[in-house]
């Protein structure tokens, strides 16, 4: 149990294009997900959480009106990142915590990583 | 501010045993975990503990003093495919998870 899914698991995309990472709780409904962020040799990076049908929150240093969030269901989650620059290449991976009666930790998705030309 | 400390990279021998450290300082605990990263993989979850003690799963074992603010990690009979990164993480009073840098640990034949 506790499975959760990322698309793609990679993607190459141009500069100034957009693109969406899609994060899905499996086999749970996950009233929380969490984005994260990995460079190279580096730790995870939060970047956003979201709970189920309200705002993402963002964490400091994260631009909001480039990295779109949409948690429009409890087992779907959307993060778009908008017009990506080179530097926006990295290994994004989402989490899912299950609601009431579940524990504390987080399920990790693959990660989905991104290079952008 | 908010800290979790743990070794950058540790070195162990196939079949040995070998021990992660952890210290935090957070504010509000309530909770550390233990995840496993292989390179280019999502970690992976080992272990939860929140109450002082120590926490046996198989092969792998986690300590909790929390007057200590100190944490391990216990990884026996050692295999080569447990090289990978070990992730010390504190969900503080907010329930935020505050990440460790994580250890490399590489297992040598």
């Known amino acids: 149990g506790a499975v959760v899914s990322q698309h793609p698991s990679w993607v190459i995309c141009k500069s100034g294009t957009s693109v969406k990472i899609e994060c899905r709780s499996l086999?749970?409904?996950?009233?929380?997900m969490f984005w994260y962020r990995q460079f190279p040799k580096q730790s995870l990076m939060l970047m956003a959480t979201?709970?189920?049908?309200?705002?993402?929150?963002?964490e400091q240093g994260v631009e909001k009106d480039k990295f779109l969030i949409n948690h429009a269901s409890l087992t779907l989650s959307t993060l778009t990142v908008t017009s990506a620059h080179p530097e926006d290449s990295s290994f994004y991976i989402c989490?899912?915590?299950?609601?009431?009666?579940?524990?504390?930790?987080?399920?990790f998705g693959p990660g989905t990583r991104l290079t952008v030309t | 501010g908010q800290n979790i400390d743990q070794p950058t990279e540790m070195t162990a021998t196939e079949g040995a045993i070998v021990q992660i450290n952890c210290t935090y300082q957070?504010?509000?605990?309530?909770?550390l975990f233990w995840y496993q990263q292989h390179a280019g993989e999502a970690p992976t979850f080992l272990s939860y503990?929140?109450l002082d003690g120590l926490e046996e799963k198989g092969r792998f074992s986690s300590f909790l003093s929390r007057s200590k603010g100190y944490s391990y990690l216990l990884l026996k009979e050692l295999q080569m495919k447990d090289s990978a990164s070990y992730l010390c993480?504190?969900?503080?009073?907010?329930?935020?998870?505050?990440w460790g840098a994580g250890t490399k640990l590489i297992i040598k034949p």
């Open positions: 989490s899912a915590r299950p609601g009431a009666g579940g524990a504390y930790e987080q399920y």
């Open positions: 086999d749970f409904q996950a009233t929380t």
């Open positions: 979201s709970n189920e049908g309200s705002k993402a929150t963002y």
């Open positions: 957070t504010s509000g605990f309530n909770g």
């Open positions: 503990n929140v």
């Open positions: 993480a504190v969900m503080d009073s907010n329930y935020q998870l505050i």
